[in-house]
């Protein structure tokens, strides 16, 4: 039998620890989530709320370790159902979510996909404190859950930190996850010690990977604020590469976080960018005009002729600022193009740069 002052340790270390990551993830989310309605670092600030209350089980798992045993492992079976609950329903607030599992996360399905399996190991876990029985295998159901949870966290964790280009967190991540992995399959032995330790292990580094996404979330809310077009510059060149083919160029400096920027865009792009940027110089002449839809008449010349040509110059620079599929719409397409563009107030489908001529220079 394992000495009680370790399971003491743990139980006191366990909640006060934890308690303390709760409190401190609330207090990141309170000033920046909340007005967003952001509640992802919620449900992972409960998730760890788990770990805190199950430290107290453990704590009175010493003082009635004879008598209360398989009720005191059935309330932490259930806190552990608990805390892989809370953060599979934190997954769909997370920004990047891999493409492959969006649709399944985002769903309105995803609350019964994580649902279901929870009531249904939550059976044998109420078997353990109303009979003070274990059902063998099948009242370790808890383990399964956390399986089915960590193999979406880590696809997540990975996906997140490598989209704000933080790879060695990514790493990191999966790392954290494989200790977590392990210490779960340990509760089919009874290696209670080793079990301790993995468990103090990978709960500690989980909660730093929580406070790490906490962070980068601020980070990046912070980075992603773009200036206003005063203190955007372009510059607008043409380059010969090794092969003797131009490369069009546009450096764009100015963005927080990314500092001056030297983006590669096609001849499309390039000519429709340099020609709001030319257009500007045009004293009393900068609004290029977007012809209208179904317009039948070919006498006139437009210079642009639909929406989405605007909107694939936008995808572009997107891509060449943060990387093909490391933004998204909220936080990047819509603050850059109200930052980029000028639309008519007359609504005449008129559209012109926003940047002062000054911030311009072409070769």
């Known amino acids: 039998m394992i000495n009680p002052e370790i399971h003491s340790f743990y139980g006191w270390w366990q909640f006060s ?13 309170w000033p920046i989530g909340r007005k967003q309605k952001d509640y992802g670092q919620v449900w992972l600030a409960l998730s760890v709320l788990c770990w805190s209350i199950s430290g107290g089980i453990e704590i009175l798992h010493v003082t009635f370790y004879d008598r209360y045993t398989m009720t005191i492992e059935g309330w932490r079976s259930i806190l552990s159902l608990f805390n892989s609950l809370f953060i599979l329903l934190a997954l769909p607030w997370f920004k990047y ?5 969006n649709q399944i996360i985002k769903s309105k399905y995803w609350i019964y996909i994580v649902g279901l399996p929870f009531l249904f190991s939550l059976l044998p876990t109420i078997n353990k404190i109303l009979f003070n029985k274990s059902l063998g295998i099948i009242s370790e159901l808890d383990v399964y859950y956390a399986i089915l949870t960590l193999g979406f966290l880590g696809y997540v964790l990975w996906n997140s930190f490598q989209k704000r280009r933080l790879k060695i967190l990514s790493w990191l991540a999966i790392i954290c996850i494989i200790i977590t992995l392990i210490a779960e399959l340990f509760k089919f032995t009874n290696s209670t010690v080793n079990l301790i330790l993995l468990s103090s292990i990978f709960k500690s580094c989980l909660i730093m990977l929580f406070f790490a996404l906490a962070l980068s979330w601020v980070k990046e809310l912070s980075e992603n604020t773009l200036p206003t077009a005063k203190q955007l510059f372009l510059n607008f060149k043409k380059e010969k590469n090794r092969n003797g083919k131009l490369k069009n160029l546009i450096t764009i400096n100015g963005v927080p976080g990314i500092g001056e920027k030297l983006i590669v865009l096609s001849p499309a792009h390039y000519e429709l960018f340099l020609k709001f940027a030319l257009r500007k110089k045009m004293v009393g002449n900068e609004w290029l005009e977007i012809k209208p839809k179904n ?8 210079d642009i002729n639909d929406y989405n040509e605007i909107k694939r110059l936008l ?11 490391s933004w998204t719409k909220e936080l990047h397409l819509d603050p850059l193009k109200k ?3 000028e639309m008519s107030e007359k609504r005449e489908r008129k559209i012109r740069l926003s940047i002062p001529e000054s911030n311009i220079t072409t070769e």
């Open 339 to 341: 930052t980029l563009f």
């Open 17 to 29: 620890v934890c308690l303390f990551a709760f409190f401190a993830l609330m207090s990141i989310w």
């Open 97 to 101: 979510l891999p493409k492959s599992i």
């Open 315 to 325: 995808l572009s620079l997107l891509d060449g600022l943060y990387g093909k599929d």
């Open 295 to 302: 317009f039948e008449h070919t006498q006139k010349n437009f």
